[in-house]
């Protein structure tokens, strides 16, 4: 009888055992360490559910002039992000896999819709009952920026100090191909998925923000012969409106950031700004839904009253590496391409941005930190941005500071810039002010200006510090399911 009882048990036991071990092979593997730190779970990913086990290059990890690692928050937020990343490396590492494998037809992954009345396509309207225009100074390259007023509207006098002005980067608009490459990738840190950055345009509207161009808020004359900028201490918006300024930075999608995640450039396609991308197995993809340039120009079409006056987005652009995924530098000839050719079609494109309301800045050259350009280095930096990339996307009174490192009123840097006619000078802290004469700028006509940055590291950072309370709830705008580390209440 207790051999018979013995006999059962172990059987039972048998079957037991098999039901857990199924049951396992159907559940999704553990990751291989969590890190709980707070309200933010770091979530290292198993390398066996990325894909095969040949190690595939990812972005440069060093501080070079395309990565966004290097270029962040004022000092006060670089060590706020919590949680460890000494060891958080998967056991092994993976290739890049793609969820969803585009259609080789390149149709477009959403269809514009037209915004109401029909309005045609290459106009500055482009479903705005205000118009805007750029009016040219007779004798001069500068313009300045007009609005005609709609008559039918109310419109009240927004004061400047209470404008918004919002700095993103290029979106990680692949996050499972970013992830496989590098489980804790830099893009991830400085940059924003195209789901937040669909959230962040969907809470400023429901926060009746509307989208401005920098120039609206800025008067020009002359000074000594020269045309200098002042800050206007209002602007008219429709009634119940705040106006923002959205810019995006360093727009120029160099060769070694292909394939990490994020699209490969800018073009017109059907009609529309659209985003290009091709694949490691050969496929393509134009969308009108992976970067901020199709998303924020699909979104207005979607929402005209979000556009005042038909604005978008400030394009900051450097220049070495060509612009808006354009190899449209000189450098380019030797490594065979045809520069000729990428600056034609890099004109089409801008011509376009320019004629529905994108406008652009400059954002340096080769994206140095210009506190530490002195004399021929100098010369070099600014004669190369304007042989390279002035050219193409013409004058433009506004210089955003690599790395958001701004120089002192007087020094040589700064006399260079003002020489060159750049009058609004954007850094990059969390202070979110448009001001006249902050810190030792105390050069009439020429503005400084600070951006409130928009991206993963921040929102960690100041989850708990209410500073992005104006825009949205950071815990609605962040992307857990295209990030690494999650950030939960």
Request: proline content about 5%.
């Given at each position: 009888?207790?051999?018979r009882?013995?006999?059962?048990?172990?059987?039972a036991?048998?079957?037991?055992?098999a039901?857990?071990l199924?049951?396992?092979?159907g559940?999704?593997p553990a990751?291989?360490?969590n890190?709980?730190?707070?309200?933010?779970m770091?979530?290292?990913?198993d390398?066996?559910t990325?894909?095969?086990?040949e190690?595939?290059?990812?972005?440069?990890?060093?501080?070079?002039r395309?990565?966004?690692?290097?270029?962040g928050?004022?000092?006060?937020?670089?060590?706020?992000?919590?949680?460890?990343?000494?060891?958080q490396?998967?056991?092994?590492?993976?290739?890049?896999?793609?969820?969803?494998?585009p259609d080789?037809t390149a149709t477009p992954?959403?269809?514009p819709?037209?915004?109401s009345?029909?309005i045609?396509?290459?106009?500055?309207?482009?479903?705005?009952s205000?118009?805007a225009?750029m009016v040219?100074?007779?004798?001069?390259?500068e313009?300045?920026?007009?609005?005609?007023?709609?008559?039918?509207?109310?419109?009240?006098?927004?004061?400047?100090?209470?404008?918004g002005?919002?700095?993103?980067?290029n979106l990680?608009?692949?996050?499972e191909?970013?992830?496989?490459?590098?489980?804790?990738s830099?893009?991830?840190?400085?940059?924003?998925?195209t789901?937040?950055y669909v959230?962040?345009?969907e809470s400023l509207?429901?926060?009746?923000?509307?989208?401005?161009?920098?120039?609206y808020?800025?008067?020009?004359?002359?000074?000594?012969?020269?045309?200098?900028?002042?800050?206007?201490k209002?602007?008219?918006?429709?009634?119940g409106?705040?106006?923002?300024?959205?810019?995006c930075?360093n727009?120029c999608f160099?060769?070694?950031?292909?394939?990490?995640g994020r699209?490969?450039?800018?073009?017109?396609?059907?009609g529309?700004i659209?985003?290009y991308?091709?694949?490691a197995d050969?496929?393509?993809?134009y969308?009108?839904?992976?970067?901020?340039?199709?998303?924020t120009?699909?979104?207005?079409?979607?929402?005209?009253d979000?556009?005042?006056a038909?604005a978008?987005?400030?394009l900051a652009?450097?220049?070495?590496?060509g612009?808006?995924?354009?190899?449209t530098?000189t450098?380019?000839?030797?490594?065979?391409y045809?520069?000729?050719?990428?600056?034609?079609?890099?004109?089409?494109v801008?011509?376009?941005l320019?004629?529905?309301?994108?406008?652009?800045?400059?954002?340096?050259y080769?994206?140095?930190d210009?506190?530490?350009?002195t004399?021929?280095k100098?010369?070099?930096?600014?004669?190369?941005?304007n042989t390279?990339?002035?050219?193409?996307?013409?004058?433009?009174p506004?210089?955003?500071?690599?790395?958001?490192?701004?120089?002192e009123?007087g020094t040589?840097?700064?006399?260079?810039l003002?020489?060159?006619?750049?009058?609004?000078?954007?850094?990059?802290?969390?202070?979110?002010?448009l001001?006249?004469?902050t810190?030792?700028?105390?050069?009439v006509?020429?503005?400084?200006?600070?951006?409130?940055?928009?991206?993963?590291?921040?929102?960690?950072a100041?989850a708990?510090?209410?500073?992005?309370d104006?825009?949205?709830?950071?815990y609605?705008?962040?992307?857990?399911?295209?990030?690494?580390?999650?950030?939960?209440?």
């Amino acid at each position: 009888m207790k051999k018979r009882i013995s006999f059962c048990l172990i059987i039972a036991m048998m079957i037991a055992g098999a039901m857990f071990l199924a049951g396992c092979a159907g559940s999704d593997p553990a990751p291989t360490s969590n890190v709980n730190t707070g309200n933010v779970m770091i979530v290292t990913p198993d390398a066996h559910t990325q894909g095969g086990s040949e190690a595939t290059p990812g972005p440069a990890e060093t501080a070079d002039r395309t990565s966004p690692a290097t270029e962040g928050p004022a000092s006060d937020a670089g060590t706020a992000t919590p949680g460890k990343t000494a060891d958080q490396s998967p056991t092994g590492t993976a290739t890049p896999v793609i969820t969803k494998t585009p259609d080789p037809t390149a149709t477009p992954t959403v269809k514009p819709t037209q915004g109401s009345g029909n309005i045609p396509d290459n106009t500055p309207v482009y479903g705005s009952s205000e118009s805007a225009r750029m009016v040219p100074i007779e004798g001069r390259e500068e313009e300045v920026y007009c609005v005609t007023l709609d008559q039918n509207k109310e419109y009240w006098d927004c004061p400047v100090s209470k404008l918004g002005h919002i700095f993103v980067h290029n979106l990680v608009a692949f996050p499972e191909l970013d992830l496989a490459i590098n489980p804790n990738s830099k893009w991830h840190d400085w940059n924003n998925t195209t789901v937040e950055y669909v959230r962040l345009l969907e809470s400023l509207y429901e926060k009746n923000y509307v989208l401005i161009d920098a120039n609206y808020i800025f008067d020009y004359q002359y000074k000594d012969g020269r045309l200098v900028a002042n800050l206007k201490k209002s602007i008219k918006l429709p009634k119940g409106k705040t106006g923002v300024i959205i810019s995006c930075d360093n727009v120029c999608f160099p060769e070694d950031e292909h394939g990490t995640g994020r699209i490969d450039k800018i073009v017109v396609y059907e009609g529309h700004i659209a985003s290009y991308t091709y694949f490691a197995d050969g496929t393509e993809e134009y969308s009108y839904e992976r970067d901020v340039c199709d998303i924020t120009e699909q979104f207005c079409l979607k929402h005209p009253d979000f556009s005042f006056a038909g604005a978008r987005l400030l394009l900051a652009c450097s220049g070495d590496a060509g612009i808006l995924g354009y190899r449209t530098d000189t450098r380019y000839a030797s490594k065979g391409y045809d520069v000729e050719k990428e600056r034609a079609d890099a004109r089409e494109v801008i011509k376009y941005l320019k004629e529905h309301g994108f406008y652009f800045g400059c954002h340096s050259y080769a994206h140095l930190d210009l506190r530490t350009l002195t004399g021929s280095k100098l010369d070099k930096e600014f004669d190369s941005w304007n042989t390279q990339v002035k050219p193409l996307i013409g004058y433009t009174p506004f210089y955003v500071y690599p790395f958001g490192n701004w120089v002192e009123y007087g020094t040589e840097q700064y006399t260079r810039l003002v020489d060159e006619g750049f009058h609004v000078m954007y850094a990059t802290s969390m202070n979110d002010i448009l001001v006249n004469g902050t810190y030792n700028h105390r050069d009439v006509g020429n503005i400084y200006g600070e951006r409130f940055i928009y991206c993963g590291k921040t929102m960690v950072a100041y989850a708990e510090k209410g500073v992005f309370d104006k825009y949205g709830d950071v815990y609605e705008l962040y992307d857990n399911e295209g990030r690494y580390i999650k950030l939960y209440r």
